[in-house]
């Protein structure tokens, strides 16, 4: 019974340090802001074919902790994702699997003001757990926009 607890009782740190390690490799907000700004300027200086082979690239500077960066045109389709090239020319324009619309948020947040905030909900990485995301879009002088989200 005694070494059944304490079998247990390490079962339970072993989780809690495995989440705390989850939790020192996702990034904040702020550092998500700060990509998306790299991002902007990277495309303004490089043009799109070479900052999107950038932000691909493992080696790029655009992949950190659990940040990464995707470009989509105002109609919905997605021009460049680090994560998921198979979305790459998907118009996602009606995306809205998890109650939020978010690419027409990110859409109008990039006309309306050319950068800010989208909150959102999206699955957290290595669960099922649907949690609350943010991402920081910065529309572009190629006229569209790049984003980099964050859990909050």
Not at 37 to 55: I, L, W
Not at 76 to 94: C, Q, R, T, W, Y
Not at 117 to 134: F, L
Request: glycine fraction near 8%.
């Amino acid at each position: 019974m005694f070494s059944r607890l304490i079998a247990i009782a390490a079962a339970a740190l072993l989780c809690g340090s495995v989440s705390l390690a989850l939790a020192a490799d996702m990034a904040t907000p702020d550092e998500a802001k700060a990509m998306s700004q790299k991002a902007r300027a990277a495309v303004n200086e490089m043009g799109k074919e070479e900052a999107f082979a950038a932000f691909s690239a493992n080696d790029g500077g655009f992949k950190d902790k659990d940040l990464y960066v995707f470009c989509m045109d105002m109609d919905g389709v997605m021009l460049s994702h680090a994560m998921k090239p198979e979305l790459i020319g998907k118009n996602l324009f009606d995306f809205n699997k998890y109650g939020d619309a978010l690419f027409q948020d990110m859409i109008e947040v990039a006309k309306t003001s050319g950068a800010g905030w989208v909150d959102y909900k999206w699955p957290y990485p290595g669960s099922d757990e649907i949690r609350e995301k943010t991402s920081y879009v910065m529309i572009n002088d190629a006229g569209f926009f790049c984003g980099v989200g964050a859990y909050k």
